[in-house]
Antibody, heavy 126, light 106 residues
Framework: QLQLQESGPGLMKPSETLSLTCSVSGDSISSSTYYWGWIRQSPGKGLEWIATIYYNGKTYYNPSLESRLTISGDKSKNQISLELTSVTAADTAMYYC??????????????????WGQGTLVTVSS | EIVLTQSPGTLSLSPGDRATLSCRASQSVKINFLAWYQQKPGQAPRALIYGSYSRATGVPDRFSGSGSGTEFTLTINRLEPEDFAVYYCQQYGGSVTFGGGTKVEI
């Protein structure tokens, strides 16, 4: 059974870089069948897709966050990671890792999410 | 960006009732790429419907999706106690956006 487990710092200060890791068990991020990535949920902005990575290393980002984002995969550990630079209070959210079904191409991403990890809460506060 | 507006904000029903949730898109959703999710307190969202009407693995058949273009509906027949939750729609026709949710409460 596929399981995704997120880990993160919990509490951060403004301007720091957020680093998140998603450990995947029950499936391989090296498979060409699925994409993998991140979604966040905050009281102010609701659910927001952040970033997606494919087994071949191709990455796709939410345009509104792209300049601050890096998503990567470690096939040896079967993990997905996310970095978000220069965080502010607006980045306070629950961050979820999820398997992405569908596909992405040059025109965009046609993806929905199943299943999701339990999430990791990130709070940005001075 | 396609904006999804869900209505009503809250739906007050009883077990055994039928729930009808609406998701309206600001422009036509490509290939009816519309998904629905259920979220219970303290839990991650769970996929229910994709492609407007296809049920995700393990989803009971009392959940059904319909619609096309800019108007989509999630119907829950014969509400069970475990169905009281918040429901979100998501479009994925080239970009990805979510609606603001509908809470189904007792």
């Amino acid at each position: 059974q596929l399981q995704l487990q997120e880990s993160g710092p919990g509490l951060m200060k403004p301007s720091e870089t957020l680093s998140l890791t998603c450990s995947v068990s029950g499936d391989s991020i090296s498979s060409s069948t699925y994409y993998w990535g991140w979604i966040r949920q905050s009281p102010g902005k609701g659910l927001e897709w952040i970033a997606t990575i494919y087994y071949n290393g191709k990455t796709y980002y939410n345009p509104s966050l792209e300049s601050r984002l890096t998503i990567s995969g470690d096939k040896s550990k079967n993990q997905i990671s996310l970095e978000l630079t220069s965080v502010t209070a607006a980045d306070t959210a629950m961050y979820y890792c999820a398997r992405h079904l569908g596909y992405c191409d040059g025109a965009g991403c046609y993806i929905w999410f199943d299943p999701w990890g339990q999430g990791t809460l990130v709070t940005v506060s001075s | 960006e396609i904006v999804l507006t869900q209505s009503p904000g809250t739906l007050s029903l009883s077990p055994g009732d039928r729930a009808t949730l609406s998701c309206r898109a600001s422009q036509s959703v490509k290939i009816n790429f519309l998904a629905w999710y259920q979220q219970k307190p303290g839990q991650a969202p769970r996929a229910l419907i994709y492609g407007s009407y296809s049920r995700a693995t393990g989803v009971p058949d009392r959940f059904s999706g319909s619609g096309s273009g800019t108007e989509f509906t999630l119907t829950i027949n014969r509400l069970e106690p475990e169905d009281f939750a918040v429901y979100y729609c998501q479009q994925y026709g080239g970009s990805v956006t979510f609606g603001g949710g509908t809470k189904v409460e007792i």
